[in-house]
């Protein structure tokens, strides 16, 4: 069973930094291209970030390049996602997710909330 489990969510204040972890369980973790995705209340789910299957290419929104870094150790099947100079309207749940040529996981999400 293909389970991604999602942590490092919590609150912070404006302009500091959070880590997320996203591991992979019952996949074979470098045949997939991991991608970080956030939704806001009221708003639609959009994409974060994105790591190619070896993490040579990576991706990412307009409104978080430059602040985010996304990273993945296949040793470890865990995909990171370092955020720095965080802004309230950077405050979602975060849900990692595995892109494979035919299946598609995502992880239950975690809260970041950014507030002072």
């Known amino acids: 069973q293909v389970q991604l489990v999602e942590s490092g969510g919590g609150l912070v204040q404006p302009g500091g930094s959070l880590r997320l972890s996203c591991t992979a369980f019952?996949?074979?973790?470098?045949?997939?291209?991991m991608t970080w995705h956030r939704q806001a209340p009221g708003k639609e789910r959009e994409l974060v970030a994105l790591?190619?299957?070896?993490?040579?290419?990576?991706n990412y929104a307009d409104s978080v390049k430059d602040r985010f870094t996304i990273s993945r150790d296949n040793a470890k099947n865990t995909v990171y996602l370092q955020m720095r100079s965080l802004k309230p309207e950077d405050t979602a749940v975060y849900y990692c997710?595995?892109?494979?040529?035919?299946?598609?996981?995502w992880g239950q999400g975690t809260q970041v909330t950014v507030s002072s």
């Open positions: 790591a190619s299957m070896v993490g040579g290419v990576t």
């Open positions: 019952g996949l074979t973790f470098s045949n997939y291209a």
């Open positions: 997710n595995a892109q494979g040529m035919r299946n598609n996981y």
